[in-house]
Nanobody
């Protein structure tokens, strides 16, 4: 199973950015997936997760600004990030094949991870 993120970059505060994640080699095209982020020296933070039946869930830190969505036909998970703040600066990771029935934003729930894409918000 390969997980590949893209779309990171440098933006100014208040701007938007969209991250994409493609999963290949997975037996189920409907595997539940999520987005995490990590700042060097801090714990990885779950920020958004999508369930094929129950829809999305978000961390309070991004609720109302970030939107997770999935193109099932192309098996692409996206994260639309609006009104970005300097504190959103982090390495962003896509995770696939959630195994937990609750606590979707816990990193231990996902066995497959991408290498990450850097998002930097700075003026």
């Amino acid at each position: 199973v390969q997980v590949l993120e893209s779309g990171g970059g440098l933006v100014q505060p208040g701007e938007s950015l969209t991250l994409s994640c493609v999963v290949s080699g997975h037996p189920s095209r409907s595997a539940d997936m999520g987005w995490f982020r990590q700042v060097l020296g801090k714990e990885r933070e779950g920020i958004a997760a999508n369930d094929r039946d129950l829809g999305p869930t978000y961390a309070d830190s991004v609720k109302g600004r970030f939107t997770i969505s999935r193109d099932n036909a192309k098996n692409i998970l996206s994260l639309q990030m609006n009104s970005l703040k300097p504190e959103d600066t982090a390495m962003y990771y896509c995770a696939a094949d959630r195994t937990c029935v609750s606590g979707w934003l816990r990193s231990e729930c996902y066995p497959y991870w991408g290498q990450g894409t850097q998002v930097t918000v700075s003026s």
